[in-house]
């Protein structure tokens, strides 16, 4: 049957340690630092539920809930009743009374889930993340793919993931609960519609605005709870967690304690980042106490030590992890920064002066252009000074002229001939 308990409101406490402790920090953390989960999220009679949907709940294959399915104000359950279909080990309601106040239920535990001051915000991808109790805060929460993550605490310890619009949980991915803790004390409140992958392994309750979505062959250690819209399911299997602490049980104080080493050294003008971890209940927060190099600060929330230190030379730094339970942790190390790497200037390649070729002269051939100079001295020349010579190129080509000249001489050698044989006929004409 289901459980008929009356709704308790969500707990929320302020203990006047923690108050104190959040007054000495600083108001830019007070309202995260306050807030303690007094117990899990309150689901009145939707805690016996292992799958509750709002408008149709489907299923394909052997699907078996381990809890009781409700649907309202919906009126089409499909795919239960038996190989193959689905099973149920408890109660089916289907648009009747326990149905409706079991929605009505999950509306309450829905808004108390969104309305609690998150301890981290902007959160996005979970994969490769190891949490620690607390409230946290994303726009589109996702699990990669084969991914996991790790949520590490104790028995009353208790999880909120606030996603704003959806919840995505990759195929293959796990969730893992160490500590003690376990799928009760695990909230997801989802401010649209959520999916759950393939062969994923999911723990915790899923508090939908809209829809619900296991697909093929996912495994879920809690619930499935979908306030206006379809769950659908395929060949799954859903436990809802039972045995789990009542609403209101509150968390005990645990001193927090550092889990880290010593962080890596940086260098000057390189970004750089490092991680301090801790334990501890409620979730602490860090303080560097302004011991940090010149460039470099730590998040209060997540202990991540980043930016870009400027100065060389080594720094002791000591880290306070509180959480309003004494006592406080503290961790002293020297955080070595080394001088920038020198690089190099390149040296310049000398841009080579482009070569003149010097003229060569042609032995007997005067240079184009020049004019003769007498004396001048040639090599290959016949003129005058330490050795042979010729008159310098006077800028004509010498072939026509040699051989005008040529000519000329011919017709004065010619001529010449003539003339004398003219006179030896003469001559022999006298003494005849």
């Given at each position: 049957?289901?459980?008929?308990?009356?709704i308790?409101?969500?707990?929320?406490?302020?203990?006047?340690i923690?108050l104190a402790a959040v007054?000495?920090l600083?108001?830019?953390?007070?309202?995260?630092?306050?807030t303690?989960?007094?117990?899990p999220?309150?689901?009145?009679t939707?805690s016996?539920?292992?799958?509750?949907g709002?408008?149709?709940v489907?299923?394909?294959g052997?699907?078996?809930?381990?809890g009781?399915?409700g649907?309202?104000?919906?009126?089409?359950?499909?795919?239960?009743g038996?190989?193959?279909n689905?099973?149920?080990?408890?109660?089916?309601?289907?648009?009747?009374?326990?149905?409706?106040?079991?929605?009505?239920?999950?509306?309450?535990?829905?808004?108390?889930?969104a309305s609690l001051?998150?301890n981290q915000?902007?959160?996005?991808e979970?994969?490769g993340?190891?949490l620690?109790p607390?409230v946290?805060?994303?726009?589109?929460?996702?699990l990669a793919?084969?991914?996991?993550?790790?949520?590490a605490?104790?028995?009353?310890?208790v999880w909120?993931f606030?996603?704003?619009?959806?919840?995505?949980i990759?195929?293959?991915?796990?969730?893992?609960?160490?500590?003690g803790?376990?799928?009760c004390?695990?909230?997801?409140?989802?401010?649209?519609?959520?999916?759950?992958?393939t062969?994923a392994?999911?723990?915790?309750?899923v508090?939908?605005d809209?829809?619900?979505?296991?697909?093929?062959g996912?495994?879920?250690?809690?619930?499935?709870l979908?306030?206006?819209?379809?769950?659908?399911l395929?060949?799954?299997?859903?436990?809802?967690?039972?045995?789990?602490a009542a609403?209101?049980t509150?968390?005990?104080s645990v001193?927090?304690?550092?889990?880290s080493?010593?962080?890596?050294?940086?260098?000057?003008g390189?970004p750089?980042?490092s991680?301090?971890?801790?334990t501890?209940l409620?979730?602490?927060t860090?303080?560097d106490?302004?011991?940090?190099?010149?460039?470099?600060s730590?998040?209060?929330?997540t202990?991540?030590?980043?930016?870009?230190?400027?100065?060389?030379?080594?720094?002791?730094?000591?880290?306070?992890?509180?959480?309003g339970t004494?006592?406080?942790?503290?961790?002293?190390?020297?955080?070595?920064?080394?001088?920038?790497?020198?690089?190099?200037?390149?040296t310049p390649t000398a841009?080579?002066?482009?070569t003149?070729?010097?003229?060569?002269?042609?032995v007997?051939?005067?240079?184009?252009?020049a004019?003769a100079t007498?004396?001048a001295?040639?090599?290959?020349?016949?003129g005058?000074?330490n050795?042979?010579?010729?008159?310098?190129f006077?800028?004509?080509?010498?072939?026509?002229g040699?051989?005008?000249?040529?000519?000329?001489a011919?017709v004065?050698?010619?001529?010449?001939?003539?003339?004398?044989r003219?006179r030896a006929?003469?001559?022999?004409?006298?003494v005849?």
């Amino acid at each position: 049957m289901a459980s008929t308990h009356p709704i308790r409101p969500f707990a929320i406490v302020t203990t006047g340690i923690g108050l104190a402790a959040v007054l000495a920090l600083g108001s830019a953390s007070s309202a995260t630092a306050a807030t303690v989960i007094d117990g899990p999220v309150n689901l009145g009679t939707a805690s016996s539920y292992g799958v509750l949907g709002a408008s149709t709940v489907t299923n394909t294959g052997p699907t078996v809930v381990n809890g009781d399915l409700g649907l309202s104000p919906g009126t089409s359950i499909t795919g239960f009743g038996g190989a193959p279909n689905g099973a149920v080990n408890g109660e089916t309601h289907q648009t009747d009374a326990p149905a409706t106040q079991a929605q009505i239920d999950t509306t309450t535990a829905y808004n108390t889930a969104a309305s609690l001051t998150p301890n981290q915000t902007g959160l996005g991808e979970l994969n490769g993340l190891s949490l620690t109790p607390g409230v946290y805060r994303g726009g589109e929460l996702a699990l990669a793919n084969n991914g996991a993550l790790t949520l590490a605490g104790t028995a009353d310890s208790v999880w909120v993931f606030q996603a704003a619009s959806t919840l995505t949980i990759g195929s293959a991915s796990r969730i893992t609960i160490t500590g003690g803790a376990n799928a009760c004390n695990v909230f997801w409140q989802v401010g649209s519609s959520a999916t759950i992958g393939t062969r994923a392994q999911f723990q915790g309750t899923v508090l939908a605005d809209q829809s619900v979505t296991a697909t093929t062959g996912a495994t879920i250690a809690g619930r499935l709870l979908a306030r206006n819209a379809a769950v659908t399911l395929d060949t799954n299997r859903i436990t809802a967690p039972t045995g789990c602490a009542a609403a209101g049980t509150p968390q005990p104080s645990v001193a927090p304690t550092i889990t880290s080493g010593t962080p890596e050294g940086a260098t000057a003008g390189t970004p750089y980042s490092s991680t301090v971890t801790a334990t501890g209940l409620p979730r602490p927060t860090y303080s560097d106490n302004g011991t940090l190099p010149a460039g470099l600060s730590i998040d209060t929330l997540t202990g991540v030590i980043s930016g870009t230190p400027t100065t060389p030379g080594t720094t002791t730094v000591t880290i306070t992890v509180s959480n309003g339970t004494g006592p406080d942790a503290t961790q002293t190390f020297p955080l070595p920064v080394a001088p920038a790497a020198v690089v190099p200037t390149p040296t310049p390649t000398a841009t080579p002066t482009p070569t003149v070729p010097t003229a060569v002269p042609t032995v007997g051939v005067p240079t184009p252009g020049a004019s003769a100079t007498p004396g001048a001295v040639v090599p290959g020349g016949t003129g005058g000074g330490n050795g042979p010579s010729e008159l310098a190129f006077t800028g004509a080509d010498p072939f026509p002229g040699l051989l005008a000249a040529g000519g000329m001489a011919a017709v004065g050698a010619f001529l010449l001939v003539l003339r004398h044989r003219r006179r030896a006929v003469a001559a022999r004409r006298l003494v005849g």
